[in-house]
């Protein structure tokens, strides 16, 4: 039985009663018969109360219920704490404002309650991570227990399924770059798992590999990774959802995705891009330095040769289609950077 057919009940029943007791008043000042005012403005009354209820009591819950959802600990914790910090100040200023003339006396506290209340929970929360700050530097130091056996984490990362699926972020935690805590929404588990019931064996196979990606990251302890229940309300499309979740939690997004990467960074949230950190780690060649490669494919001009280093990048050799197939060393000529990478000239060294 929900909370909602519960709350109709008794909302008709209450409403239902008022309207008999205000049928029965009206009856005494007009020509209709108790009971016929008590049963037609109690039927009336019990109808008013199951289609208002839900309007004022779970309807409103639910909107609370689901801005709280989408609050992170650190600005629900510091807007409580701003909450009380503006209701004392409010009580201490009650006695001196109840002194004023008349109506004054009586309006100006319940004022000072709402202003000093709004002000502290603005304050605080604009405010949140200097509060916290000085509580993880000062009362509870960086390292230390707390009680739990574990430290507290820097930061969220926010992470989106193309990432998991993609499968380099468990290697990339292992070495212990990323520091924090991964944080994974419901909505891109759920996208993980869509894909991993695709109809298409591919995309089923990617969305397989994900799945055993995410579990290795939760068994590995080089960092903690949680998921969690928030949500984001008026879109469906997960990366909208990413971004407005990044910028109310303050925190960046661990993708590979172009386009989400893109849209991003026009919004101000800080993205951690996979792509780039590969290619930001490629070993760097000068023009005049000598590289071993395999020809395994022709250019796009007359006489190249294409070949591939151990990290991916493109060596593009002229004259290199006669060493097809064959390992070969190189002089740098050039080296290109692109959108899709890192590109590098050469020509063969004269055996």
């Known amino acids: 039985m929900s909370f909602d057919f519960v709350s109709r009940i ?4 209450i409403f239902g009663l008022l309207g008999g007791y205000f049928g029965v008043d009206l ?3 007009t020509t209709i018969t108790l009971e016929e005012g008590a049963v037609i403005f109690g039927l009336v009354g019990a109808l008013f109360g199951l289609v208002i209820t839900p309007l004022i009591t779970t309807r409103p819950v639910a909107s609370l219920r689901n801005l709280l959802n989408q609050l992170d600990a650190k ?3 510091s807007g ?3 909450l009380f910090v503006g209701l004392v100040i409010a009580a ?3 006695i001196p404002l109840s002194r004023l003339p008349s109506f004054l006396g009586e309006v100006f506290p319940f004022v000072g309650v709402l202003v000093f209340g709004y002000i502290g929970v603005a304050i605080f929360i604009s405010r949140r991570n200097d509060l916290f700050s000085i509580f993880s530097g000062r009362v509870f130091p960086l390292g230390s227990d707390h009680g739990s056996g574990t430290p507290e984490p820097e930061r969220v990362i926010l992470v989106d399924t193309s990432v998991i699926i993609d499968g380099r972020i468990s290697d990339i935690a292992q070495t212990g770059f990323l520091v924090g805590e991964l944080l994974i929404p419901r909505f891109v588990l759920d996208e993980l798992q869509h894909i991993a019931d695709s109809a298409d064996a591919l995309r089923r196979q990617r969305g397989r590999r994900g799945m055993e990606i995410l579990a290795d990251l939760q068994e590995s302890k080089t960092i903690p990774v949680r998921i969690s229940d928030i949500d984001v309300e008026g879109t469906r499309e997960v990366d909208s959802k990413l971004v407005i979740l990044a910028r109310q939690l303050n925190c960046p997004i661990l993708t590979n995705d172009f386009n989400l990467n893109r849209v991003a960074e026009i919004q101000g949230v800080p993205v951690l891009n996979i792509n780039e950190l590969a290619n930001s780690v490629k070993a760097v060649l000068l023009p005049g330095e000598s590289v ?3 020809i395994i494919q022709e250019g796009k001009e007359r006489g190249q040769g294409v070949g591939y280093l151990s ?3 493109m060596v ?3 004259d290199g289609k006669d060493f097809m197939n064959e390992d070969i060393s190189a002089t740098v000529t050039k080296v290109l950077q692109t959108a899709a990478g890192r590109m590098i000239f050469a020509k063969p060294n004269r055996r």
């Open 10 to 13: 008794i909302g008709m029943v």
């Open 92 to 94: 201490l200023l009650a």
């Open 27 to 29: 009856a005494n000042v």
């Open 292 to 294: 071993e490669v395999k």
């Open 80 to 82: 409580m704490i701003g």
């Open 311 to 313: 990290d991916g990048t």
């Open 75 to 77: 600005t629900l914790g």
């Open 316 to 318: 593009v050799v002229e």
